[in-house]
């Protein structure tokens, strides 16, 4: 049996016969090194645009690399632009790239794959309603991968919706968190039971403006505003043992995430990093400290890595 990984020959001489063996080594190094990277998308940022008067909402997307979930190489040198409509092949902001049954609505996560034909090395690119790329499909273009996740916006005026603000510089996609509307996702005191008692929460903004993270486990950014209340939080991904209380007697808070007013009166406003489950939900206690209080989250970034999980 070969090695895992032989050491390649840079040594060839005119009278150096190649046989079996040699070209059985070649193709295993080829293949340990693809199974070694194929879990790493490279590239394929994105910002999307509502400016084009013909169609709403379009995403440029930027170039790129990856091995598909067959582990078929994708290279994609070029940058495509392509709105929400039905999919059609070609790079412009007339074609579109919706995925065959998939559906959009207003205020809501898409994910965008690149798509191959393994014979000649095309590509392409869908979206999808689903983070797995369940409705991703085509007789040519057989090759799929996840590569990023954009949001809605409303409604446009052209069959499809407008975008968020967004842009992607690959693993990092950051948001204008004050677009879709003012306020971020608000919990209020007199909403949330049990006080100083952790408990799960969806990270959703009101009147229908989605959630604040897309389908998948991320490392979210947000800006926090809170008035009245201390408050603490963990993530539900990270095996951590949540105490029975946040804070006792209104000090020694006890939390992965800790927001404490400075004072017990006003306006208070930070930033944190935290990871977010692909639920979008955290964990989050609060004691008050004046009178009814109320927090306010906001996402301005996360960095989505894009690994393709449980390959062998």
Same mark, same amino acid.
């Given at each position: 049996m070969a090695d895992f990984w032989t050491a390649p020959k840079t040594n060839w001489t005119d009278s150096d016969g190649i046989g079996y063996g040699d070209l059985n080594r070649i193709e295993q190094n080829i293949d340990a090194v693809r199974d070694a990277t194929k879990r790493r998308v490279q590239g394929f940022g994105y910002a999307t645009f509502n400016t084009d008067p013909s169609y709403d909402g379009y995403v440029v997307i930027e170039s790129g690399s990856c091995y598909s979930e067959n582990g078929v190489p994708i290279n994609a040198p070029l940058y495509f632009a392509k709105n929400l409509t039905a999919w059609q092949q070609g790079n412009g902001v007339q074609f579109g790239c919706l995925a065959p049954g998939a559906v959009l609505t207003a205020h809501t996560w898409f994910y965008l794959f690149v798509i191959s034909d393994?014979?000649?090395?095309?590509?392409?690119?869908?979206?999808?309603?689903?983070?797995?790329?369940?409705?991703?499909?085509?007789?040519v273009y057989t090759e799929k991968r996840y590569i990023n996740c954009a949001k809605t916006y409303s409604a446009g005026t052209h069959s499809s919706f407008n975008l968020g603000e967004m842009y992607s510089t690959g693993d990092h996609v950051f948001i204008n968190p004050m677009y879709a509307d003012l306020v971020g996702c608000k919990f209020t005191s007199a909403g949330l039971a049990n006080p100083n008692v952790y408990q799960t929460l969806i990270l959703s903004r009101a009147s229908g403006a989605g959630r604040e993270t897309p389908d998948r486990n991320v490392l979210a950014q947000f800006n926090y505003l809170g008035f009245s209340l201390h408050c603490g939080l963990f993530s539900l991904i990270a095996p951590y043992t949540k105490p029975a209380l946040f804070m006792s007697g209104g000090i020694n808070p006890v939390a992965e995430v800790t927001l404490y007013h400075p004072t017990?009166? @006003?306006?208070?406003?930070?930033? #944190?990093e935290i990871k977010v489950n692909?639920?979008?939900?955290?964990? +989050?206690?609060?004691?008050?400290?004046? @009178?009814?209080?109320?927090?306010? #989250?906001?996402?301005?970034?996360?960095?989505?890595?894009?690994?393709? +999980?449980?390959?062998?």
């Amino acid at each position: 049996m070969a090695d895992f990984w032989t050491a390649p020959k840079t040594n060839w001489t005119d009278s150096d016969g190649i046989g079996y063996g040699d070209l059985n080594r070649i193709e295993q190094n080829i293949d340990a090194v693809r199974d070694a990277t194929k879990r790493r998308v490279q590239g394929f940022g994105y910002a999307t645009f509502n400016t084009d008067p013909s169609y709403d909402g379009y995403v440029v997307i930027e170039s790129g690399s990856c091995y598909s979930e067959n582990g078929v190489p994708i290279n994609a040198p070029l940058y495509f632009a392509k709105n929400l409509t039905a999919w059609q092949q070609g790079n412009g902001v007339q074609f579109g790239c919706l995925a065959p049954g998939a559906v959009l609505t207003a205020h809501t996560w898409f994910y965008l794959f690149v798509i191959s034909d393994p014979i000649t090395g095309n590509y392409e690119y869908m979206i999808d309603d689903n983070p797995a790329g369940t409705h991703v499909a085509s007789v040519v273009y057989t090759e799929k991968r996840y590569i990023n996740c954009a949001k809605t916006y409303s409604a446009g005026t052209h069959s499809s919706f407008n975008l968020g603000e967004m842009y992607s510089t690959g693993d990092h996609v950051f948001i204008n968190p004050m677009y879709a509307d003012l306020v971020g996702c608000k919990f209020t005191s007199a909403g949330l039971a049990n006080p100083n008692v952790y408990q799960t929460l969806i990270l959703s903004r009101a009147s229908g403006a989605g959630r604040e993270t897309p389908d998948r486990n991320v490392l979210a950014q947000f800006n926090y505003l809170g008035f009245s209340l201390h408050c603490g939080l963990f993530s539900l991904i990270a095996p951590y043992t949540k105490p029975a209380l946040f804070m006792s007697g209104g000090i020694n808070p006890v939390a992965e995430v800790t927001l404490y007013h400075p004072t017990a009166n @006003g306006n208070y406003t930070s930033q #944190f990093e935290i990871k977010v489950n692909a639920a979008g939900q955290i964990s +989050l206690a609060y004691y008050q400290s004046g @009178g009814a209080g109320w927090v306010s #989250f906001a996402c301005n970034m996360f960095y989505d890595d894009r690994l393709m +999980l449980g390959v062998v």
